[in-house]
């Protein structure tokens, strides 16, 4: 089945300069945090972490996932609520666990939008699109360093959404090296979030280094 719409960018990262720089591309759709990328930044507290979100808003107009920490049902739905109140682009990351899919419920029949996160396997990607999930983030890279193939995993989900009509949109998390982003376009992720290395690695090929230098050199000769 050939689906119309082009695989969004995200970056993976906390870090406000990473950000910046890969908005200034102007490629950018949105931003993936976590616990370990924002404790990275040194964010640190309640007030901290929401002024960090509140700037990343104002950097990127995009969905910008922001993770609750909370594992039980009633903290998830706390969290969740005054993340979500920082600015309406905020996607709340929810862990996949049992207390997170009722929380995903929860959250899609307030109008709350959120991003499922720690997947790895298509039955876990199925119940958060049937919580209405509005992302699953199935994490490649993890699947890769574990043996298997977390691209097949990208293509399995993005198989099932579409022949059973899921509109939850597979983000690819877990990116390590540019081939993972051409490898997922091709499998058809709505979404590949990146750290900016891959993205940057993108741009790369000898070829067009040296096809450039010598058009530079030729161009002299044309001054
Ligand atoms: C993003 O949503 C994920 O939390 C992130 O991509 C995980 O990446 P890692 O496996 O490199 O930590």
């Not at 990127?60 to 039980?72: C, L, P, Y």
């Not at 009722?102 to 699109?129: E, M, P, W």
């Not at 877990?174 to 979030?193: D, K, L, M, Q, Y």
């Not at 750290?195 to 070829?207: E, M, N, Q, R, V």
């Amino acid at each position: 089945m050939i689906q119309k719409f082009s695989m969004k960018f995200f970056i993976d990262t906390a870090n406000l300069a990473q950000i910046k720089e890969a908005n200034e591309l102007g490629i950018l759709d949105g931003v993936t945090t976590n616990p370990s990328l924002m404790a990275k930044e040194g964010i640190k507290g309640e007030a901290a972490i929401i002024n960090h979100y509140k700037a990343i808003c104002e950097l990127v107009d995009g969905d910008i996932s922001a993770e609750v920490i909370a594992t039980d049902f009633a903290g998830i739905v706390e969290e969740g609520k005054k993340l979500a109140a920082i600015h309406k682009n905020i996607v709340v990351k929810v862990p996949m666990i049992k207390d997170g899919i009722k929380a995903i419920k929860y959250f899609s029949d307030a109008g709350i939008r959120t991003n499922c996160t720690l997947v790895f396997s298509a039955g876990q990607a199925i119940l958060a699109a049937k919580a209405g999930a509005s992302y699953v983030s199935p994490f490649i890279g993890r699947i890769d360093d574990s043996g298997w193939d977390g691209v097949q995993l990208i293509e399995q989900i993005v198989h099932i959404f579409s022949i059973q009509g899921f509109k939850t949109e597979v983000l690819a998390a877990s990116i390590r090296f540019p081939n993972h982003i051409i490898r997922c376009a091709e499998a058809g992720a709505h979404v590949c979030t990146c750290p900016l290395d891959s993205i940057l690695g993108l741009l790369k090929h000898p070829l067009t280094d040296i096809g450039l230098a010598k058009f530079l050199e030729d161009a002299k000769k044309t001054q």
